[in-house]
């Protein structure tokens, strides 16, 4: 799979049998269609859901960012912003294909969702183990 933003080639990675395309170059990572639910769910982080069920009726966000194309389906897709204060903006295949993270994203998103997890210190360990295993965040 080509990324989306830099075009170059993707890997994939494999977190508790759920599979991410991930871009060494610029760090962005795609989820087809329900993957990033499996992973928030794989993490206990649930509390994200009610945004990510209606990601594809959120209005279309303000932004300078260059339209990017889905690399499923190749349409432009739209910007949305997700989370909570501060917001983070991301892609989103009008067709469902799936959604893109360019680098940092994720890691801000499951961090938001570890802050309001009832199990705190244990969901911020989730989130940081999960980065650094997948991702070879430094810890």
Known sequence: MRCPVCHGDMIVVEHNRI????????????FDAGELELLLESLDLESLQVILDDVLELPEAQSGEKKRRCPICGRKMKKAN???EPPILIDVCSRG????????????LITQAAGISRDKPAAQKRVIDFLG?????EK
Request: with cysteine.
């Open 82 to 84: 997700i989370g909570q």
């Open 97 to 108: 294909d799936g959604l893109w993270f360019d680098g940092g994203e994720l890691h801000q």
């Open 19 to 30: 599979e991410l395309d991930y871009c060494r170059q610029c760090h962005g990572v795609w």
């Open 133 to 137: 295993e997948a991702f070879q965040a």
